[in-house]
Every structure is written in C-alpha cells, then in structure tokens.
C-alpha cells in the first residue's frame, strides 16, 4: 500500500510530544479503580500486614523487659509469653503478605488485560490512514513491552507505596507511644532526610526522563541499522556506522549513568542521616535509662522501629524511577488510545441489500489532507457487471480510489453511490461486505486452510468451501496436504507459496458472492504455472460482478470498459483502449514505454 | 562510581555486539533473524546493564552491610551469631527453589504473550481485508481469548514468584525471635548482656532490610541471566567469509571477463534448533555458470523462489559458494577483504534500507561524494525533479537536506525506489546490480531509467533482477532461473526462439490472452 500522505514532513511518531506524567497516572489509576473492590481489601490488607509486622518490635521490646533483671533472674516466663505472640504475629504477617502480593497481581494483571483489550478495540478500529503511517513494530511493541511494564509497576509499587507509607507511619506512632522525648531527637533528623530525599527527587526526575529519551534514541538508532546491515555492507560503511552508534551509545550510558549516580546517593546519605539520628536517640536513650524513665526494651523497641522508619525512604528512589518507566509506558499506551476512531456510522444508515453492482462517482473531490487535494471533481459510472481498470505508476494514487469505494476513508466533496444509495448513508458494514477484495499483498492468518477460506462468509459450510477452491483451482493442492482443508497454516503463511496465498484469497473472495470486485492484480510473478492457475481463477471470479482493477496486464487493460489513468495522485484521463491509444496523451506514452 | 564501572561495561559489551553484528555473514543473520539481532542488541543489553547497577548498588552495599554486620554482631555475641548465619542458607533455599519452579512457568508466559503477538501483527497488516470483511468483531473475540490466556499464565507465575519476599521475611523475624529466647538463657546463665542483645537486634534489623533489598536483585538477576547468554551467543559466534590467500589456481580464470561465474552451487543452511523462517525467495541454485564483460548488461528473470537474489546474495559475498567459485577481474572473490570487493559495488536490494536522515546523505551514505556526483546520480535515477520539489511549501530544508523519516515513509514508493537507486548510481560503481528495484516505477520512467543507464554507465557492468520482461528485455544477456537452474541464457530473440518459459512469461505480461 502506498503512503497516502507523501509529503508530510514526519511520520506522526516523531512528533508526539510528551504529556505530563501526573495527567497520566490520574489516568492509569482509573483503570485500578475499575477493581476497587478488590484495590480496597489490598489495601486493607496492606494495612494489617504491616501493622502486625509493627507489632513485632514492641513485643521484643518486652522480652527483653523479661531479660533486663540479668543473670539467674530473667522471667523466662514473660519471655516465652512475648516470644511467643511474636512468632504468631510474624507468620499472620507473612501470610498475609503473601496474599496481599497474590491479589496485587490479579489487580494488575486485570488492568493489563483491560489495557490490551482497550488497545486492541482501539486498534482495529482506528482508519486505514493510521497504518500507512505508523511502523507496526512500534504498535506492536505498545501491546508487549508496555503493558508488561505497566503491569509489572502495579503489581510491586503499589503495595511497596501503601506498605511504606503504612510503616513509615506507624512506626513513628508507635515511637512516639514508647518515647516523646526521643522522637523529639529523631524529630531533629526527620526534616532533614525528607527535604533531602524531595530536593534529590525533583533533582533526578529530569534526569530520568533523559535516560528514556537517549534510550530510545539508541533502540530505535540500533533498529534501523541493524535492519540495514545489508546495506551497510553493500557500501562498506560499517565504520562510519560504528562511530556514531559509539557517539549514541555514550550518550545513553551518560544518561544512565547520571540518573543512576543521583539516584544512588540518595539512600546511602538518607542511611547516613538516619545513623546520625540513631547515635543521638542511643546517647539520649541512655540518659532516660539512666535516670529511669525508660527500660532497656523501650529502647530496643524505639530502636528497631526508627530502623522501620527509614528503611522506605531508602527505597524512595528506587520506586520513584520504576513509576516514572510506567508513567512513560502508560503515556505511549494512551497516546493510541487518544487516536480518532473511524467515524460511526449516521444515525438512520441503512444496510445495503440485494446489490446489483451499479456505481457512480459524481463530482467526488478528495485529498488525505483537506489543503492538498488530488482528485478533482471525479465523475464515473460503472455498470452492473463492468471492468473498471486503474493503471499509472504505484505510488500515483490507484488504491485512493478503491479507499474511496469502501470508505476507509470520507469523500470530501461529491457523492459515490451503489445502487443509487449514497454510500455515506449505508452501514459501512453492509457496504464492504458488497464487495470481494483481492489484494497483491496477500493476507492469510495463523489457522487451517479452511477458516482461511471461509473468513469472509459467516458459517460457511465445507461443501462452500471446497467449491470455491475448486472454482479457485486450488483444491487439488489442498487435497495433497497432509491434513488437507485442516491443514494449519504458519504466521505469515509460509509454509505455502506466493502463488498458493493468492490462489486462497481468491477462493476467499469467491465465496463471498459478492457483486462487486476489487482487484490488485499481482505484479510479482510466481511461477509460470501456478500464474497461469491464477489468471484462470481470477476470470471466474471476475465473471458476472462489477470489478474495479488496478491493473498491470495488458490484457486486463485492453478489456477495460473504462480505464482511469492515475498520476501523482490525480486522474489524468479516462476512457477505453481504443480512445486512449487514439489520444496520444499519458496513457498512450504509458502504453507505447512497455514496449521500447 | 560502581554505576559508572556498570556503564563502562556495558558499553563495551554493546559496542563489541554491534561491531559483531556488522561482521556477521548472512547465513548467521540468517540464523539469528534480525528482530532477534536488534532486540538482544537493545533490551538484552539494558538487562544486563540494570543487572550490573543493582547488583553493584545492593548486591555490593547489602553483602557489606550482611558481612559486616555479622562481624559485629560476633563480637556482641558469637553463639546469637550463629543463628544469625544460620539462617542465610535456608534463605537461599527458598530462593533456588521457588525460582527453579517459577522460570518453567514464566517461559510458558512468554509463549502466551508470543500467540497474543502474532494476533495483533496479524491483524495489523490484514487491517484492510478485516475491515473490508467487517471481521473486528470476530478479532476482537479472537484477541480476547489470546489476552486471557497470557492473563491466566502470568498469574501462575507471579503468584509462584511472590512466595519469595513473605518467606524470606519470615525466615528472618523468626531468626529475630530465636535471638530474642537463646539471649535469654545466655543472660541468666550470665555470659551475655541485655544490653548486648539489644544492640544484636538493631543489626539484627539493619541486616533484614538489606537482604530483603536483594530479593529484588534475584528476579533481575534470572531475567538478565538470559540475556546475558542470547548477548554472547552472538558474541561466540566464529568469524565465516574468510578471507584467502592468493593462489596460482584464482588466476586461471580468463582475465577478459569481468564477473566469471563458474558452475555454482549453493543451498541455504538451515541450522539446527533454529526457528528461521526463510524468505520466499531465498532458494538454491545449482551448477550455475556465465561470464560477463565489463560494461555488458545482464538482465536475470525467473519465478519467485528460482533463486535470483542468491546470485546478488553470492556474487557480493555475503554467503560463500557452496561449490564452484566466482571471480571478478580475473580473481575469486574469496581472495579480496570484504569492505574491499563490496566497495565495487553499486546495488538496490528488494525492500532496501531508507535511513532517517537528509536526501543527500541518503545518497552518499558518508562516502564523501561531490555534490556534482550526488546529482548525476539523482538526475540518472530520474530522481532529480521530485528531490528538488520535496520540502517546498513548508519552508524549511528543502531538496537535498530535505530529511527523510524512518524507513522513508514520507516518501512514495516510487520515490523511495528512485532514492535507493541515486545511491547506486553515484559514485558510478564498477558493477550495478538493481535487485527487483524498479517494480513501483512507471514503465515511462522506468525507461528513461533504463536509457540513463545505456548512455552513461557504459563502463559499469550491470545486473538487473526484474518481474517485468520490459525491464529487462534490451539487455546484452539475460539468464532464464527456474528452481535454482539455468533454463535459458541469451538475448531477447534468442531466448523467444529457446526458452518456453521465458515465451510464456512473455506472453503472461505482452501477449493479448484474450
């Protein structure tokens, strides 16, 4: 298929602009609130765990209480009792750590799912235009890669964000239950560490946003280049290709390297904070023990829990940079999202029925954008039963006029009609199933022979089936298949040739039984033989409908009851053999180059 | 400093892979695919190099912190100590055997994801018959069931994964716990102190945090211990198109011609445990002989899969002769350095590369050429009129530094074929080879193209690969390829009068069937 929009300066990738990373998570948080239910018990769950996991310092803290009288003197009694709940309170902890993990993952992987469908309802539903545009590795890629890290983020993040918060705070309640004065020390450090770990924060997030960036500046650098290393090495140029994959691969390790360093730093130093606050809650601890105001295990306990407190700032950064890869996934995820579907039908478009193959194009004007118009005021009739052939260079615009008929994409001015129904009054649906379709890039999928065939025909029988691949010539060589119509065919169908694919998607378009034809005729020869297969079944299929070709065949042109001649994207001339040749304009120079 | 030791590495790792991937012949791309090539070029690397900088990050912080913290705490309390350490090991298990269990079901994933893949990729390139057939429904039915399926594999997995983190929390508050009693015998026995274990249990604590951090380091770990093996498959590969010495038995060839092609055999290996796919039209050729002249035209026609890019694909060596040998001026080309015999070269492949950059350096690919050189060679590929209108209209680079986007598409197919075709034309190379490169051209332009070529490369010996017997019919020679064997060698009259095939597929394109 030829671009349609040649002149556009850059495909629409490069253009995209980055949107904001909060606009985006407030986005993404929606489809977790899809699952609230289940996000509200996580999250209850999340609380419990944590709380109990809290618990644990506190009732050590008083086992050790039990040790404090010393030798010969200890409560083993008391110290049993604590050690004991201690044990149970760990193992609910894990438990329900575990399960809350356990539902995290359904939660996103519920998300991811609902993400893909999205997606995909968005993908087959988005114009023909999109696909000329975009690389569908790229697409592909938004399915796989993206959602993955998405899902990924949810499932870890999330809780790690809710049980860090939940310990950060409880902890330091339970500090400040053991000992107000010595949070008052701890409280000295605190600010600290928080303005700290938010300036560094601020300070990394930019650099991150970088790293992607020089990232994806490799990929896709790596992507081209190795794609054309054949090329490459056709001109010899592999050390110049060397040398400036070595410039983008510095760049992207500085890059890497510069949010890494930041980052980095951040825990040890908050550690360094948090230490220096630990030896003045130690020397003060012991001040209060000395004068007694507290015991051995309040310290201990208000110990381990300001070690609880800071153990998820250290972790800060590092869930920091994982959300903001989510953010940057998520936002390519949306962006197809944000795409303009096809537009709906009209309200009251009514099914095209029992078609008879009567088309006229009436003053049709239409360009891909509205200031570059390439066909002016088209006028064409097309009779029930009549071979309409389009010839001109590729690239000149052909398949325009077939997007045309279908509607994959609006006139801009005119009416094309079936039957005397303005097609833009029709159901898109009912007006596409009147028409067969062979295109020289063949399409067949992953699945047996048979469904290949009968895709175009709900509940097609296998008796229809065979028929049409009869009048298709291709029963034979289905028949000496291992597993004949049930035979599987291979991605991209490669286990069949060029020729076969043809001779199936016209068994396709056979069974269809639709009046109206579009034809790509097939440039690339096959074998001789099997062309000469595909000529024949091609003439069945055309007899008795409407066919509108891009032609490439002399004998397909010269049969023509109307050829339209296509360049640059506009139609120069029209009219039949005879008139054309007697012209001596663009058709007849066309025609005479074959032959010099 | 550790993450700026990882960068080093890994730049090193992936400059030496991409240098390996230039140097790879084309039986080994072959064997690797390309989407393999540029995804172990890109997210393997990152893998690993995510891997070396936690690694360095925790798995470097948190063994000082453990080991250090052990020391300590052996001086605190050597007997608490052992239980301290003695509860590493059972961590450990835990991680060895849930990952032993989970790597199965995350390739079981991966294969899930793969078949939800190939739907959308298939759907993506059927878009028009889908739309056409008003089948998105059914699709989207179709992808639904893909989608649960990877939904339902992942979980299985992840729910296995996520054993790790409570068990291994658990292994330690219990450890923490058993402190917490064995302390308290040892302090009514009266050889350890409260205050001692009081102090056990805050490194106790510290120590937890950090090995908890490297449980994060462990699923990195498996991930980028794949990758780190698909990186140096490539890197192990040995080197294939050797080249030779010089000897007596290479001159033999008669020096009078330039392009020998001496009884040629090959077929395309198809390695073990590869999933290759080959091209259509990769196919074999066999006992294949003809010679050339410099200047002379030869044109090759045959059916898809006959094996006419396998000439291309051998007489510039990206794959060696499997029997027989080809010479050029009088020496085989085994005996010439690659970069060498390859520079003689002008050539379009099918689907050639279009690289996201300027029209000029598009053309010149940093060879260096003239500006002068550059437009001869646009203005031959009748290229020259549609460059010099590219970019007009929009008031920035126009014509020549007009930039071309990736894979050239804001370019028409005939324009991206008359681009590539300016690339090998300036320069004016030794040998021209046009591989199917001419299908999107007009047959207007195509001529003119064909009289460029007659008129001002006559000291360049061309090879023309073409679908359409016009393309070719003018020229000096032409080779008839059906299933790898020469069928038919001659000019155009000869071979009507010769070759049945090359007549019928006269007629099929010429010929008035009807």
């Known amino acids: 298929m030829q671009q349609p929009s040649s002149n556009n300066k850059l495909p629409k990738g490069v253009l995209e602009k980055p949107k904001d990373t909060k606009s985006v998570i407030l986005r993404l948080s929606k489809y977790l609130f899809y699952n609230k239910w289940l996000l509200l018990l996580a999250v209850l769950l999340a609380i419990t765990s944590n709380l109990l996991a809290l618990v644990g310092p506190m009732l050590s803290g008083y086992a050790i209480d039990a040790i404090e009288p010393g030798v010969g003197a200890v409560n083993f009694k008391t110290v049993f009792y604590y050690t004991g709940w201690m044990i149970v309170f760990y193992l609910l902890s894990s438990v329900l750590t575990y399960n809350l993990s356990v539902l995290m993952m359904h939660i996103s992987q519920k998300v991811s799912k609902r993400l893909r469908e999205d997606l995909f309802i968005k993908l087959v539903e988005l114009p023909i235009g999109y696909f000329d545009t975009h690389q569908s590795g790229d697409l592909i890629s938004r399915f796989s890669y993206d959602i993955d890290v998405i899902g990924n983020s949810l499932s870890t993040d999330v809780v790690q964000i809710c049980s860090s918060i939940i310990t950060v705070i409880g902890a330091f309640i339970m500090m400040v239950i053991i000992s107000p004065i010595l949070v008052m020390v701890t409280l000295v450090t605190i600010p600290l560490s928080i303005l700290y770990t938010k300036y560094m924060t601020s300070k990394v997030r930019p650099l991150f946003r970088k790293r992607s960036e020089k990232l994806g500046r490799m990929n896709s650098f790596v992507e081209e280049m190795v794609t054309a290393q054949k090329t490459i090495k056709a001109y010899a140029r592999e050390n110049t290709v060397m040398d400036k994959f070595r410039i983008i691969n510095d760049e992207a390790i500085e890059a890497y390297y510069n949010a890494d360093y930041y980052s980095s730093i951040v825990g040890p130093t908050v550690n360094f904070i948090n230490n220096l606050s630990l030896s003045l809650v130690t020397v003060f601890g012991a001040l209060l023990y000395l004068f007694g105001k507290m015991t051995l295990g309040n310290i201990s306990s208000f110990v381990l829990y300001s070690r609880k407190f800071s153990g998820p700032i250290n972790e800060a950064a590092n869930i920091v940079s994982e959300l903001q890869s989510a953010a940057a996934a998520a936002e390519r995820v949306f962006r197809i999202l944000d795409e303009t579907a096809e537009k709906a039908d009209i309200p009251d478009a009514t099914d095209l029925t029992e078609v008879e193959g009567n088309v006229e194009i009436k003053e049709v004007s239409f360009g891909y954008s509205k200031d570059k118009i390439i066909i002016q005021k088209l006028n064409l009739m097309a009779k029930a039963g009549g071979l309409i052939a389009i010839v001109g260079p590729t690239g000149a615009g052909k398949t325009t006029i077939i997007n045309l008929l279908m509607r994959f994409y609006d006139v801009l001015d005119g009416i094309i009609t079936v039957d005397g129904h303005n097609i833009n009054e029709l159901t898109r649906k009912s007006l596409r199933k009147a028409y067969a379709m062979v295109l020289q890039d063949t399409w067949v999928f992953h699945g047996t022979i048979y469904e290949n065939i009968a895709y175009g025909k709900e509940n097609a029988t296998m008796e229809e089936v065979i028929e049409a691949a009869k009048a298709a010539r291709i029963h034979s060589y289905i028949m000496r298949l291992p597993e004949g119509y049930h035979t599987v065919l291979n991605e991209e169908g490669v286990n069949i040739s060029k020729g076969q694919k043809q001779l199936l998607t016209i068994a396709r378009a056979m069974l269809m039984e639709a009046k109206m034809l579009i034809l790509d005729e097939a440039t690339s020869n096959v074998d001789t033989r ?67 | 400093m550790a993450a700026r030791v990882a960068g080093d590495a890994v730049k090193h790792i992936r400059n030496d892979l991409f240098e390996k991937i230039q140097q790879l012949s084309g039986a080994q791309v072959d064997f690797f695919s390309i989407p393999s090539l540029v995804s172990r070029m890109t997210s393997d690397t990152y893998n690993v190099h995510q891997m070396i900088g936690m690694m360095q990050r925790m798995g470097v912080r948190a063994p000082i912190i453990i080991i250090g913290g052990i020391l300590i705490t052996a001086t605190l309390d050597p007997v608490l100590t052992l239980i301290l350490a003695g509860t590493l090991p059972l961590l450990g298990m835990v991680v060895y055997i849930v990952t032993k269990k989970g790597i199965p079901l995350y390739s079981a994933g991966q294969e899930a994801t793969d078949r939800m893949v190939r739907t959308v990729r298939e759907n993506i ?390």
């Open chain 1, 530 to 596: 099997t062309e000469i297969q595909i000529q024949k079944a091609m003439r069945n299929l055309m007899h008795g409908k409407t066919c509108f070709v891009i032609a490439h065949r002399l004998s397909t042109i010269r049969n023509a009851d109307l050829i339209l001649v296509v360049d640059n994207g506009n139609i120069v001339e029209q009219g039949n053999h005879k008139d054309l040749i007697k012209k001596q304009g663009f058709y007849y120079r066309l025609y005479e180059s074959q032959f010099e």
């Open chain 2, 125 to 514: 390139s059927g878009i028009r018959v889908i739309k056409a057939l008003s089948k998105t429904d059914y699709e989207k039915d179709r992808f639904a069931e893909n989608n649960k399926a990877v939904v339902a594999r992942e979980l299985k997995a992840g729910i296995t994964m996520a054993v790790i983190k409570p068990a291994m929390n658990l292994l330690l508050n219990l450890g923490l716990t058993l402190v917490v009693i064995v302390g308290a015998y040892r302090v009514n026995d009266g050889v350890s102190e409260t205050g001692k274990i009081v102090a056990f249990l805050s490194y106790f604590t510290m120590i937890l945090n950090a090995v908890l951090g490297i449980t994060k380091v462990f699923t990195i770990l498996s991930k980028a211990g794949a990758s780190s093996k698909r990186i140096s498959e490539v890197l192990n590969e040995e080197e294939d198109l050797k080249i030779e010495e010089i000897t007596n038995s290479d001159e033999k060839s008669n020096i009078d011609y330039h392009i020998v092609f001496d009884n040629v055999s090959f077929t395309y290996n198809k390695r073990e445990k590869s999933g290759v796919k080959l091209d259509d039209d990769l196919a074999s050729i066999i006992n294949i002989s003809f010679v050339l002249k410099k200047g002379e035209a030869l044109g090759i026609i045959g059916s898809t899969g006959a094996g006419k890019t396998t000439l291309v694909n051998l007489l510039m060596r990206y794959y060696d002769v499997e029997k027989g040998a080809i010479f050029i001026n009088g020496r085989n080309i085994k005996t010439y350095p690659l970069q060498e015999l390859r520079s003689r070269f002008g050539v379009v492949f099918q689907n050639d590369s279009i690289f996201a950059d300027t029209v000029k350096e598009n053309i010149d690919l940093s060879r260096g050429l003239s500006i002068e050189q550059i437009e001869d060679g646009a203005k031959d590929a009748q290229a020259y009129d549609f460059i010099m209108q590219l970019g007009f209209g929009d008031g920035e680079d126009t014509g020549y530094e007009y930039p071309i986007a990736t894979k050239g598409l804001n370019l028409s197919g005939g324009q991206k074929q008359r681009l590539l075709i300016s690339r090998a034309l300036a320069g004016n190379p030794e040998i021209l080879i046009l591989d199917d490169s001419s299908s999107a051209l007009d047959y207007r332009t195509d001529s003119n193209l064909r009289k460029a070529m007659r008129d001002h490369f006559k000291e360049t010996t061309k090879i023309v690969i073409a679908q359409r017997i016009s393309s070719i019919m003018n020229m000096d020679h032409i080779l008839v390829l059906d299933e790898g064997q020469l069928i038919g060698y001659g000019n155009h009259e000869e071979l009507l009068q010769t070759c049945e095939i090359y007549e019928e597929i006269y007629q099929s394109q010429m010929g008035d069937e009807s």
